[in-house]
């Protein structure tokens, strides 16, 4: 390695040496200062950062602590005021990795989000897909374009950009949730629209269902008025007691031996919108997940990255290098490419969102179960 | 009019006077004659039949009633057996424009079936798609791919071309119920398969939600085991009670002022395929509508065919110059491009397939609604 | 057999016996009488013609003698005016087995065309999506949606469904050629729209390129001002250099050992549109096929049926259990699901259309290939 | 703004005054400490560069220089060796908004690459998708998957990702190009993948056409053996004589008062999969643009961003707050959502690529149309 002089601009080259480097003579280096004079790079001296043979995230796999997490939010919701041009009391997951910025994955936003008694989260709207998940609480409504969304435990509600939307609570308790956004990836492709809507939401109504559930939640039916596809999904909450049920008839099934779950043990379904059977928002994948007591899950890796949340039990989770005890609430990161194995003594509820339909529209999807293998 | 001697082949040419016509000389009889024996035909004597400026269905619109389907299916119970060969004690409706051939309409065939109590109609599988409806009744089983699935009132029942089924009646009475499939446009086109399988259906049991619906039967959650889209829905039943709150919804929401009904007072949905969103099967489109008491139906004309059954209620129904009083269970047939208007004074459902998939897939389809002409 | 009395409404049922059917007694008799009172027919009687174990097509394999088509419509270029209401001069092949009517095959019509010096086709459109395919001469233009488009030997000129067109000869001698459409198919759907426009074509102008090859003939290229796919292609003239330059590069390329051609000695090519890579029209597929000398291709069926055409060279056909002799021009039928195999000992080129996108995009295509069994 | 004490990993966050933030007192300096070490970051702080009202990137409106690449490509063409490790001698540019990466734009990559006579650049594969294209220069033979791909001025050379291809140069003389990967794209979202070959290019062969044109590049016409659509286009080779015919046709069309060019006096075709009729590549377009002498066109803008290099000609350019005169070979860069104008006295050819398929599969796309304002 031949030290060099510090350029003036933002392009900076050191010399290096190993296979395919050439040799690190006064002549190179003066082509290198020109190089970056001229605002250019070359190739030789980056690929292997640029291009590994398989995917080596910045993102970190790592865990948050659910009770750290709502114990934050809640000293927040002390000192914080919720209104306009903070927009939101929101405290995202900053992926070691990344940075510092707020970003879970290079790809996805997660966060909690806290609001007290009364509070409005004000009306706006922007380009990036969004939900909100509960792993606890209950008593917030949110509005999406004027239709109140009750927020209970276990539901997720999914939002399709550009839908105006806000949130407030008519209970007498503050409430806790998670959100998740593509905020990163629309942030770095440079995708990102937003507007800022009424100060407070438009209605203080609070059904028990939406009006989208009432139009879309009857399995396989579709209202004759909204027979076209949208991009993302018209059903603003997909409600826990489907959910349980579904994960529920997938283990009765397999008792019945009949093929319906993912490996033995492991229950799972994906969110999808009804009017393309496919992701239920174009950028985000959300599934959930069970495993019955005493499952372990077999090893996978996929390209993209993945936010699990625990919803209920407990477990031991693998991922990469990483290993941790999870409980309910405890939320963790899977990077891109490294692998993942779950496994619960007393049975395991999680609840998973991914950026791989990004992937898979792209066709740059991967995934790769791992086979164990086993020594005579 | 010029008479002509009649030729020995299959091809006869008339000549014809009108605008477009060669003049009706013995030379132009003689080169006819030779068209016939060469097998051919001109277009300008065809084209006033071939190529109308709209369509000219050969098929009438018609009703059949209820009570007299049901009675004469009562009767083939007594003497017609069920089984192998016959495979099906299935009467179809022979649309009387279609020379006496079991066509409702040109693409589409419907047939009451019936079975007495402990029958089996034996295991076969076709290329035809097919559907089973029910306007009362219950205790069948079909068995779909080695799935029971119960038949009750109301409940809609797709089961995709290819699949192995057969049916089987636990009950102490017998059961009727509506067969729709795409037999005479499969026929018609050259594409029918066909095989027998056991004689007897392969299991007694008898649950009251079959595995498909355990699988699917969840609106928006996908199982992660079957995640590619297939031809036909894999939902092997539409319960009548998600229907009718489907319904049911969409008019109180109408009340609440929410676009959610097709027009005022006129609630309908589709059914569909969950991995899809799209129809429940390739060739057949399959709705339910609700009229609210007192509501008119705007007149509409469609491309393509269909098929109505009054599942609840009275009405009134006019395609194109026919008018007919319908009450529960009469099936009534709208050929391709008639108008049809309905209304009823104390509310009418009414289910609904037709062949219009056939046209949307091919680029073919069209849809006009009429609009009213008031004078001043 | 038991003789029965006839009915007078349009549906008969006749007793039959064998497997499934019920014991012929007279109060079957007089159940069947009620059935056809009522405008019902059983599906016991029926299954056999309706469902068999594979498509049975009331088409026949059958061929027609260029030399013949081209006398044909040379006397009728002499006997019969091409004007509005006729509105073109052309003679279709008569499958011997669809009851005389002008259908090559259940869904496809093929026709001979004939246009004198100085005529005019008149302007009309419809639904019916269309070709024209040169197997000789030239002279004509065909003008659509008002660009003129010229017409010559091994050109194909697709026409999407309801664009307008005429054609006119500004040549000093007749010229034929053959029109394909989907003309059975939108008849026996009911689907067919059609509009008389102007009795003459809209431009005299006759350029050897039409508008829509400058614009749409360039390999991969597209005009940024229309990115929308095209239900059918926007190219109205695939012309005979480009077509023959591919037959030959396969067949080129498969001496230099790289796999291109369909099997040995085969070369074949699909027309496509530029806009989707799929068929050229919604409903109809169009390939061209060169055997190089020597060439015996394998046997193949599909579901749908297929008119050919040779366009050079002579051969040998077998379809199903005919066979012909066939050279330049000759016509000749592939019903569904029958057998097809081509030979020629010196070469031969086919132009070949069949209707298989309409069972694609139903999913209700199917396609075998035919393994020989050889004896030791 | 309240300075607050530097934390010790990786998340700093730090109080701000303005709209919606919270009073920077005591208890939330601690908060925020404890946000840091718990990974946290609140949105309050970030959500202006987060998520602004629409795109503002990071990355600059910049113009390199083509004689300066040039230059530089030549001088590495004598200091540094091309082969395994390094693997190509290509010089990327480096976005001087993108902290001195090789990055053109947040998601594209744009380099010039240089080989000298009988050099080879060795084989190897990549997710990436690339595409070569040829502003000067002819004798380096790409060999994709074996197939070996002429490279002459004008070309536009696709490549999917994971096809094997290394290059050689059988001339006399070096010869550089540009080349166009979604590196960045890949590299931040952590989809990229990268597999050796062998260090030699598999075949010395060098004809004028590549297999791949021999069996794709006929306009309209697919091979019968690859009907199923690629995510890439399988043409290998979009030759110079064809744009510049294409682009000719159009201009030669607009004259002749048929809509055909994008604006008057802007001709533009865009590269295309003939599998498909949509972009070349997955995540790239690419496109050609030719203004006709003494036209200016219409400012836009656009989600995404895109890479310019003039072909032939000069012209001016406006990017945003940018002016740049241009010419033969200079490269230049327009970030999303900022306007682009350009404009030439005396004609302009411009190749453009864009990471726009990437915003559009995700139903992310937005453009708008600069309506100029005119003042009275």
């Known amino acids: 390695m031949t030290t060099d002089v510090r350029s003036e601009g933002p392009v900076r080259i050191q010399m290096a040496d190993g296979p395919g480097q050439p040799p690190a003579t006064p002549e190179l ?66 992926n070691p990795g990344l940075g510092g910025r707020p970003f ?44 109140p969304v009750s927020m209970r435990r276990g539901d997720f509600l999914p939002q399709a950009g550009w839908a105006w939307h806000g949130h407030h609570n008519l209970s007498e308790t503050p409430m806790a949730w998670i959100d ?3 905020i990163p990836f629309q942030y770095q492709t440079d995708a990102t629209f937003f507007e800022f809507g009424p100060d407070e939401v438009p209605t203080r109504q609070a059904p028990h269902r939406s009006k989208s559930e009432r139009l879309w939640g009857h399995a396989g039916l579709r209202p004759l008025t909204h027979m076209a596809p949208s991009p993302a999904s018209p059903l603003l909450a997909y409600r826990w007691e489907n959910t349980d049920r579904a994960l529920h008839d997938q283990l009765a099934l397999e008792k019945d031996g009949y093929p319906a779950t993912l490996e033995p043990g492991h229950a799972a379904v994906r969110f999808t919108n009804p009017t393309t059977g496919s992701d239920v928002l174009p950028t985000i994948r959300a599934e959930f997940h069970r495993l019955a007591p005493g499952t372990a899950s077999s090893g996978s890796r996929e390209v993209g990255s993945s936010v699990y949340t625990v919803f209920e039990g407990q477990g031991r989770v693998n991922v990469g290098s990483a290993f941790w005890d999870v409980e309910r609430g405890d939320l963790f990161v899977v990077p891109s490419w490294q692998e993942l194995r779950l496994e619960s003594e007393n049975g395991m509820d999680l609840f998973r969102f991914s950026d791989t339909p990004i992937f898979e529209r792209l066709d740059l999807g991967r995934h790769r179960a791992i086979i164990e293998e086993t020594q005579a």
């Open 29 to 94: 280096a003066k082509l290198y200062r020109e190089f970056e004079s001229e605002l250019l790079v070359p190739l030789w001296t980056e690929i292997g950062d640029l291009m590994p043979a398989d995917p080596r995230s910045r993102a970190a796999a790592h865990r948050w602590r659910w009770d750290r997490l709502r114990d934050m939010a809640g000293q927040a919701g002390n000192l914080v005021p919720v209104g306009r041009g903070g927009e939101r009391r929101a405290i995202a997951l900053a």
């Open 104 to 147: 879970a994955t290079p790809t996805l936003w997660a966060a909690i989000q806290y609001l007290n008694p009364g509070e409005d989260a004000p009306v706006h709207r922007h380009s990036q897909h969004a939900f909100r998940f509960v792993i606890e609480g209950e008593g917030v409504w949110t509005v999406v374009n004027g239709d």
């Open 180 to 182: 998740g956004l593509d």
